[in-house]
């Protein structure tokens, strides 16, 4: 579960986040829809830790970032809008590299269906990374945070620059993902995409929270409708 209890984040006078209350279950995708520079990834580098709140907490299942950093990277998978992998080494060696460095030892067996279960075809598993297009890159990631057995997964515009089925193809993992317990926050431009795959979708505008919907309560033109009105 993902916490934030009036988190709030200054840079001098500008306020980037403001008093963000927000809880985030097991099983729930949260999209965070607003435009550039309404405190999307200011949110999602507070529960990574990468930033220091100037108010308020996060949490990750109850353990603050600021207080235990360490104990919070076991919990959590990052996918930014570019996943950073080692291009020389194939998908399969990256999936090993990383999921040992997480603490987990598998068979090349169980990376391959690491692998396989994020969408990865069998004949890209021995290639290098520096040849995947940036579907199969994500997909990597999505296979990594699985190793990891994340129980958040945060994503900053993780759809971004892909083609509309493999757009379609994470989605759908993603699905997978939280109806396996997993709670996922994840930044987005792509009203439609949040609409199909979010169960909550919240509008940020200037560092605020505006507003919160259900996403089976609204139409994507509805959606994208109330966006437009409050950005
Ligand atoms: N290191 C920093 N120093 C000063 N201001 C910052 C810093 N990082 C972010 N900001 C400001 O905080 C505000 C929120 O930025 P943030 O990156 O969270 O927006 P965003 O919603 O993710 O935008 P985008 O869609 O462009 O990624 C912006 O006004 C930005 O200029």
Redesign the pocket.
Known sequence: MLEAKNLTKR?GK?T??NNLNLTIKPGEIFALL??????????INLFLGFIEPSEGWASIDGVSVVEHPQQIKQYLAYIPETVMLYPNLTGIENLEYFSSLAGFDYSKKELGKLLSTAGLQPQAFEQRLGGYSKGMRQKVGIAIAVAKKAKVLLLD?PTSGLDPKASNEFSEILKTLAAKGTAILM?T?DIFRAKEVATRIGI?KE?NLESVLHACDISANELEALYLKTV
């Open positions: 840079y500008h980037a986040l607003g435009q550039n520079g309404a405190g999307k990834t200011t949110t515009e930044a431009h940020m560092g």
